[in-house]
């Protein structure tokens, strides 16, 4: 086996993992391709310690992982916690990729604000609905949703504008909550017109000195942002005179 081949096993948690949690798991991957759900479930328990079905169809019933159209048109697993930053970051894609059916169906603005306001009624106070149940629901709003290709991309627009997401199934059947009962597990910053997602709890990182001449000194700050972005502060004092660089 090549190397490369090696290292792609490796990373891939195939040829070993310490998670035990699908949680973990998908919180480590980002997003796990599920548009084959028990396919899906599968490629989950691969990478797991002696995982079942059971374990990750808990996780799943229980929202710990939701599935969602994210990433491109097809479903994925994501976090609660990843959830709305992804969206946010691919959506725009996404809907690009949609567009010709929108067109096709005759789906614009005003029709997905009409659907994604039934939607949202439709699942409020923590209800989880079958597919068919809220197409009823479209319908009687004056909506048409009787050509289920349309109906269905209905239902997409929806997870891309936040409103909805997957609920635990009903025995085969799949069924969808509203997104707005995903806690908010991330604090929005904006800094220098580019916007960053961090923990709502950031851990707070201790400035280090480091003493580089006699009448120089360097304090160094490190504020860690989401995916590794950073800030990097330095403060030079000699003499009477102070500069501070931002990089």
């Not at 930053?85 to 567009?99: E, F, I, M, Q, Y």
């Not at 995916?227 to 000699?238: D, E, H, K, V």
Request: with cysteine; charged share 25%.
């Amino acid at each position: 086996m090549t190397s490369i081949a090696y290292q792609r096993i490796h990373n891939q948690h195939l040829s070993s993992t310490e998670f035990k949690k699908p949680a973990d798991l998908v919180k480590w991957m980002g997003a796990v391709q599920a548009q084959d759900y028990y396919g899906a479930k599968w490629a989950l328990a691969q990478r797991m310690k002696d995982a079942i079905d059971e374990t990750i169809e808990k996780a799943f019933a229980n929202g710990d992982i939701l599935r969602t159209h994210v990433m491109r048109p097809t479903w994925h697993f994501v976090t609660p916690a990843d959830i709305r930053w992804l969206l946010k970051l691919t959506a725009p894609r996404v809907n690009a990729a949609c567009s010709h059916n929108y067109r096709k169906f005759e789906l614009d603005a005003s029709v997905f604000k009409r659907t994604n306001k039934v939607l949202a009624g439709a699942l409020r106070n923590g209800r989880q609905l079958t597919r068919q149940t809220l197409r009823t629901a479209v319908e009687r709003a004056g909506i048409a949703a009787d050509n289920l290709i349309r109906f269905i991309h209905i239902l997409i627009r929806a997870e891309l504008d936040e409103v909805i997401c997957s609920g635990a199934r009903k025995g085969k059947q799949f069924t969808w909550s509203g997104l707005d009962l995903v806690q908010r597990q991330l604090a929005k910053e904006v800094i220098d017109n580019k916007t960053y997602w961090l923990p709502s709890a950031a851990p707070v990182i201790k400035p280090a000195s480091r003493t580089l001449l006699p009448t120089f000194s360097l304090s160094l700050t490190l504020e860690e942002a989401s995916f590794g972005a950073m800030t990097t502060s330095y403060s030079i004092i000699g003499h009477a005179q102070s500069r501070t660089l931002r990089i």
